[in-house]
């Protein structure tokens, strides 16, 4: 369940969604999903990053994909070193229903080469369907390295053709990290630049800086303070800086 704001919505009303429902079969190395299923875009390096609470990962947080979408998925390990995946959505997310021709595909890969140091490359073609508009392709590559008293993790974006439109590129980059200082208590930190090809969307292109810790009280429960920083790209903007105490309750 997801609740959230429409865009036919001009007003404080929230509306609720069903996020996943969903059919998962596992048989030996194989893994199959069906139905209103988290797509494989960037769910590895959302869980890397592993404070979604906070602030989505990057490619959710700019809108390069949805998170879940109607469709199926396909994982296979073929080694302990390789796995690879495959998806097959609607190409509209989970908050609309199917309303154009095309389809959104995906192909992933993820590589371990030595303990804790993992690599992932993924690319996607959503089909518009749609005369005079252009299929989005995204691509995205990810590296990061998992330790028991440390995480760091960087990752690169590129999407063309952002909302169908030719020529709407948008890339960037993400870089993150955490410290566990405690058993309890972990620090983290990110940084974040959007930019897009010929400056198109400058209004909203910006980088974005993120500091702040982690508390677990109980098991159930995590409270997070933090600070950010915004520095717009647009000529005159000013830098913004917000504090935030994020909660999470959670089984």
């Known amino acids: 369940m997801d609740i959230g704001k429409s865009s036919d919505v001009s007003d404080y ?10 059919v998962s079969w ?3 190395n194989m893994t199959l999903n069906g139905g209103l299923i988290s797509t494989t875009q960037f769910n590895f390096q959302e869980k890397f990053w592993g404070y979604r609470y906070i602030m989505k990962s990057f490619q959710d947080e700019y809108k390069f994909g949805s998170s879940a979408d109607l469709g199926i998925s396909v994982a296979y390990k073929l080694a302990d070193w390789i796995s690879a995946d495959a998806i097959i959505v609607n190409g509209e997310g989970y908050k609309k229903i199917q309303k154009n021709d095309g389809l959104n595909y995906g192909l992933g890969i993820t590589l371990t080469p030595i303990k804790s140091f993992q690599i992932r490359l993924y690319g996607g073609l959503n089909e518009s369907s749609e005369e005079g508009k252009k299929d989005i392709t995204n691509v995205a590559a990810f590296m990061g390295y998992k330790h028991e008293m440390f995480t760091i993790g ?7 053709n952002a909302s169908y439109n030719e020529n709407a590129d948008l890339s960037g980059y993400s870089v993150y990290a955490s410290v566990n200082m405690q058993k309890n208590v972990s620090l983290y930190a990110r940084f974040d630049d959007l930019y897009s090809k010929n400056d198109w969307n400058i209004a909203k292109d910006e980088s974005t800086a993120i ?3 982690q508390f677990k009280l109980g098991k159930y429960v995590k409270i997070a303070p ?8 647009a000529n005159n903007a000013k830098n913004s800086y917000t504090a935030y105490l994020n909660c999470y309750f959670g089984f």
């Open 154 to 160: 960087a990752e690169y974006n590129y999407m063309m």
């Open 226 to 233: 933090n600070f950010r920083m915004s520095i717009p790209k």
């Open 13 to 22: 009303q929230r509306i609720a969604y069903i996020k996943n429902a969903m």
């Open 211 to 213: 500091l702040g810790a």
């Open 26 to 28: 596992k048989k030996g």
